[in-house]
């Protein structure tokens, strides 16, 4: 648990549920809440990381959310390609499911994503690490210079395609700690 936020404060930051687990706010909606709380994230980085993917926001509560800083970046395939971009098991697991050629739905619609758009079709997030000092409970190392924060089925697709098929780069959110 980071210990700049209580459990309350992490509490406030969940999308409202109703007694199904379905959201009872929109996207916007949320992110307007949100925006009031954490006015360093962009509402993109809102939707994206802690709407679409609820629990998050308690898993990755052990960063300084109040201290990120957000930006978008280009990377070239090159660099996203390269092994020690991540080394997400995760990531790993849906290559081997896109070369297996068993992709599941949400791999597959991605990809179908990239072959016609030639880049992702919302940017991941990562975390820039480049001394390779941030480490996660349980002394968990971080990937660096960049650690990959959400957007594990969209690195994996991208992977498992030719640069020829891509875009020369793509965009990414990138968050800094700020002290």
Request: proline share 7%; with cysteine; charged share 20%.
């Amino acid at each position: 648990m980071n210990p700049g936020l209580t459990f309350e404060q992490i509490e406030a930051l969940t999308v409202r549920v109703n007694d199904h687990e379905e959201a009872v706010e929109s996207p916007c909606g949320y992110a307007q809440r949100l925006q009031r709380l954490l006015p360093n994230f962009p509402r993109d980085v809102i939707v994206q990381w802690f709407f679409e993917h609820r629990l998050t926001i308690l898993q990755d509560s052990w960063l300084p959310y109040r201290n990120l800083c957000f930006k978008k970046i280009e990377l070239l395939n090159s660099e996203l390609s390269r092994s020690d971009f991540s080394t997400d098991p995760l990531v790993e697991y849906y290559e081997e499911r896109i070369t297996a050629g068993n992709p599941d739905e949400r791999l597959a619609r991605i990809h179908q994503f990239f072959v016609q758009n030639k880049t992702w079709p919302v940017p991941p997030l990562v975390l820039y690490n480049p001394g390779n000092t941030v480490v996660a409970p349980q002394g968990m190392q971080c990937d660096s210079p960049y650690h990959l924060l959400e957007g594990r089925h969209r690195l994996a697709v991208l992977r498992t395609l030719r640069s020829a098929q891509l875009n020369e780069s793509h965009t990414l959110w990138l968050a800094t700690m700020e002290e």
